[in-house]
């Protein structure tokens, strides 16, 4: 063969070679594709894992992932509607709903990042501030649900309710409401963006140093004074059971001792019955039966008795039986 004609063959492979290797790009899993022209987007966006075909050297690949994405934010301090300034730091999740806008406005991931910063500051600054404290910090009414039943129980009523509900401000919508707010008007604000917000938590409340300790020790106040209250309940609970207990003691022994009198009533009436039947059947023999158990009485060892020979006492000396 002529060795022109394989130089050119080889040329031909070579660059052959490198204008299918430029034209042509693998899609991956859990990725999303945009083609661009001199930086501007070309076609349509590509979602399906797969190879594809662009124009070698004049276009280019972007490559956006599909998967949620997060965002930590930055702590900010926040007052609050009862004017009282918290450090509230929030974390979110995202995802890239549409490629060709996201190219257009933010271009990338860095950029994504600035413009969540940007408008979940803002949106979570104005949302804590139009709320109470209270609202960030708790989810449930629980502590005074329990007050509610243990007024209930207790007949306290108006002490309970000033020394426990009074203590403890109620919530109307709570930590992970304002949480879903947050996440709802972020992405009304983002979807311009092709930006979707998953959802949106406060990831941490705390107050300034200078006066948190204040804080603490208000908290554990408040809390010692309901803990107080409810073992106070409790021991008035206690001896309320303690004195129905007694009472019930009470009512056991009395009824025991009755039907125990009425035994031994019976008893003594049976015993008296039959002394009588003994002594209508034999008086005589039940007459030298009491005078012996007299005579045994009577005389012990060393005593001395003097009595009239003729004396009734001394007849069974007499007569004998």
Same mark, same amino acid.
């Given at each position: 063969?002529?060795?022109?004609?394989?130089?050119?063959?080889?040329?031909?492979?070579?660059?052959?070679?490198?204008?299918?290797?430029?034209?042509? /790009?693998?899609?991956?899993?859990?990725?999303?594709?945009?083609?661009?022209?001199?930086?501007?987007?070309?076609?349509?966006?590509?979602?399906?894992?797969?190879?594809?075909?662009?124009?070698?050297?004049?276009?280019?690949?972007?490559?956006?992932?599909?998967?949620?994405?997060?965002?930590?934010?930055?702590?900010?301090?926040?007052?609050?509607?009862?004017?009282?300034?918290?450090?509230?730091?929030?974390?979110?999740?995202?995802?890239?709903?549409?490629?060709?806008?996201?190219?257009?406005?933010?271009?990338?991931?860095?950029?994504?990042?600035?413009?969540?910063?940007?408008?979940?500051?803002?949106?979570?600054?104005?949302?804590?501030?139009?709320?109470?404290?209270?609202?960030?910090?708790?989810?449930?009414?629980?502590?005074?649900?329990?007050?509610?039943?243990?007024?209930?129980?207790?007949?306290?009523?108006?002490?309970?309710?000033?020394?426990?509900?009074?203590?403890?401000?109620?919530?109307?919508?709570?930590?992970?409401?304002?949480?879903?707010?947050?996440?709802?008007?972020?992405?009304?604000?983002?979807?311009?963006?092709?930006?979707?917000?998953?959802?949106?938590?406060?990831?941490?409340?705390?107050?300034?140093?200078?006066?948190?300790?204040?804080?603490?020790?208000?908290?554990?106040?408040?809390?010692?004074?309901?803990?107080?209250?409810?073992?106070?309940?409790?021991?008035?609970?206690?001896?309320?059971?303690?004195?129905?207990?007694?009472?019930?003691?009470?009512?056991?022994?009395?009824?025991?001792?009755?039907?125990?009198?009425?035994?031994?009533?019976?008893?003594?009436?049976?015993?008296?019955?039959?002394?009588?039947?003994?002594?209508?059947?034999?008086?005589? /023999?039940?007459?030298?039966?009491?005078?012996?158990?007299?005579?045994?009485?009577?005389?012990?060892?060393?005593?001395?008795?003097?009595?009239?020979?003729?004396?009734?006492? /001394?007849?069974?000396?007499?007569?004998?039986?």
């Amino acid at each position: 063969m002529n060795p022109k004609i394989s130089l050119m063959m080889i040329f031909c492979s070579f660059v052959g070679g490198g204008v299918f290797y430029t034209s042509t /790009f693998l899609l991956p899993e859990g990725k999303q594709a945009i083609i661009t022209q001199f930086g501007r987007p070309v076609g349509s966006p590509l979602a399906q894992s797969g190879l594809y075909f662009k124009l070698p050297w004049i276009q280019k690949v972007c490559y956006l992932d599909k998967r949620i994405l997060s965002w930590d934010g930055h702590p900010n301090q926040i007052p609050t509607k009862d004017k009282k300034y918290i450090i509230v730091d929030t974390t979110a999740r995202w995802r890239i709903i549409d490629a060709l806008k996201f190219i257009q406005t933010v271009q990338n991931e860095r950029g994504a990042q600035a413009r969540l910063g940007g408008i979940l500051d803002a949106i979570t600054r104005d949302t804590i501030s139009n709320h109470n404290l209270v609202e960030a910090v708790r989810n449930t009414n629980d502590i005074l649900e329990l007050s509610e039943k243990l007024k209930a129980q207790q007949r306290e009523k108006e002490i309970i309710e000033e020394e426990i509900t009074g203590e403890i401000e109620k919530i109307t919508k709570g930590r992970e409401m304002l949480s879903s707010m947050i996440a709802k008007l972020a992405d009304q604000e983002l979807r311009s963006f092709g930006i979707s917000i998953i959802d949106v938590q406060l990831r941490r409340i705390e107050y300034e140093s200078s006066v948190e300790q204040k804080v603490y020790e208000r908290m554990i106040s408040e809390r010692k004074k309901i803990a107080e209250k409810i073992r106070s309940i409790g021991k008035g609970e206690q001896a309320r059971i303690q004195g129905r207990m007694s009472r019930d003691l009470q009512k056991i022994e009395s009824e025991a001792y009755r039907k125990a009198q009425e035994y031994k009533g019976k008893a003594e009436a049976e015993v008296a019955s039959i002394y009588k039947k003994a002594l209508v059947q034999g008086s005589k /023999f039940y007459e030298f039966i009491r005078t012996l158990e007299a005579y045994e009485k009577s005389f012990q060892e060393g005593s001395q008795v003097i009595l009239s020979t003729d004396s009734d006492f /001394f007849k069974l000396f007499h007569s004998g039986m």
